[in-house]
Every structure is written in structure tokens, then in C-alpha cells.
């Protein structure tokens, strides 16, 4: 079984930046064989896919409406997945979910955190 914890959500206004940590805990070992996921679901809209770390490799994947502004990056020894985001926009506003998979690239990723919320204002 695999915990994750989200954190560094919060206010920021458009333009700005914010940093979102996921920490693994658990059966997370090695953690670099785990695909991490980012993921976002705005108010009343599907949640969608953000950014990927692909297992062992750390190829990294964005959302076409993410490209250049956000950056999922790991650190394997501290078993924890970040999104950097810059340049914030209003639309970047909702809930920002981690998850991991031991599959390369998951259709449906088994691990989940809880969310944290990330509000931009215009």
C-alpha cells in the first residue's frame, strides 16, 4: 500500500508561482519504479491529467495546456513527486491530485492523495 501526501496549495494570483510536493510513504520502495501522476479537477469539470515521471526513466509528459509553464520533477531518495508552476492562470485554479502507478504508462493510476487546492485570481 502506498500514502500520498499533497502540499504547497494555496492563493496566488495570476502571473505567479507555487510549488506542489507529494510525499510517498508506505510500500514505496524503490520509489523510482513508481510512474507519478499530477492531475487537476476545477469546480463542476472532469478531473484531467496534468504532468507524468515515467518509472525508472523520468521521461516527463505535460497536458498541452500546462506545456512550458509547468514543470513534475522527483527526488527518488526522499520518495517525493513536485510541480512547479509558473505563470499562473485563473482556468489553473481547482484541485491538484498526485498518484502513482507500477505501470509505465497507466490508464488508471492505483494510488491517490488527497488533493491540494490551488486558487489563482485574475
Known amino acids: 500500500q502506498v500514502q500520498l501526501v499533497e502540499s504547497g496549495g494555496g492563493l496566488v494570483q495570476a502571473g505567479g508561482s507555487l510549488k506542489l510536493s507529494c510525499a510517498a510513504s508506505?510500500?514505496?520502495?524503490?520509489?523510482?519504479?513508481?510512474?507519478m501522476g499530477w492531475f487537476r479537477q476545477a469546480p463542476g469539470k472532469e478531473r484531467e491529467f496534468v504532468a507524468r515521471s515515467t518509472r525508472n526513466v523520468d521521461t516527463r509528459y505535460y497536458a498541452d495546456s500546462v506545456k512550458g509553464r509547468f514543470t513534475i520533477s522527483r527526488d527518488n531518495a526522499k520518495t517525493t513527486v513536485y510541480l512547479q508552476m509558473n505563470s499562473l492562470k485563473p482556468e489553473d485554479t481547482g484541485v491538484y491530485y498526485c498518484?502513482?502507478?507500477?505501470?509505465?504508462?497507466?490508464?488508471?493510476?492505483?494510488?491517490w492523495g488527497q488533493g491540494t487546492q490551488v486558487t489563482v485570481s485574475s
Open positions: 508506505g510500500r514505496t520502495f524503490p520509489f523510482s519504479s513508481y510512474t
Open positions: 498518484a502513482a502507478d507500477t505501470r509505465e504508462i497507466p490508464i488508471k493510476y492505483g494510488y
